[in-house]
Nanobody
Framework: QVQLVESGGGLVQPGGSLRLSCVASGFTFSVYAMSWVRQAPGKGIEWVSAINRGGGSTTYADSVKGRFTISRDNAKNTLYLQMNSLKFEDTAVYYC??????????????WGQGTQVTVSS
């Protein structure tokens, strides 16, 4: 069955960095676009970033543009999110999600369980 397992979250000071990983299994990872989304305490889901199946095209929410970098290693079935210059408002549970096609459009069909990122001094 499809599994998406995130890791790499934790507690970091403002201005710090973290790299999240999402290991995929149960499907052909290289065929599908992937995304990171987040949910801050008491708020709804916010889309963060997406990457096409080959990794050659990416897109970001304005709130993270220039600070976060999405990437993927199809040989390792792994999606990454490098987060730099973290701010208090980046505190959230971060989820990876699988699109139903190779391009980042349409709906997700699978989500991971999430990894907590807390930015605090």
């Amino acid at each position: 069955q499809v599994q998406l397992v995130e890791s790499g979250g934790g507690l970091v000071q403002p201005g710090g960095s973290l790299r999240l990983s999402c290991v995929a299994s149960g499907f052909t990872f290289s065929v599908y676009a992937m995304s990171w989304v987040r949910q801050a305490p008491g708020k709804g889901i916010e889309w963060v970033s997406a990457i096409n199946r080959g990794g050659g095209s990416t897109t970001y929410a304005d709130s993270v543009k220039g600070r976060f970098t999405i990437s993927r290693d199809n040989a390792k079935n792994t999606l990454y999110l490098q987060m730099n210059s973290l701010k208090f408002e980046d505190t959230a549970v971060y989820y990876c999600a699988k699109y139903q096609t190779g391009w980042y459009s349409g709906e997700y069909d699978y989500w991971g369980q999430g990894t907590q990122v807390t930015v605090s001094s």
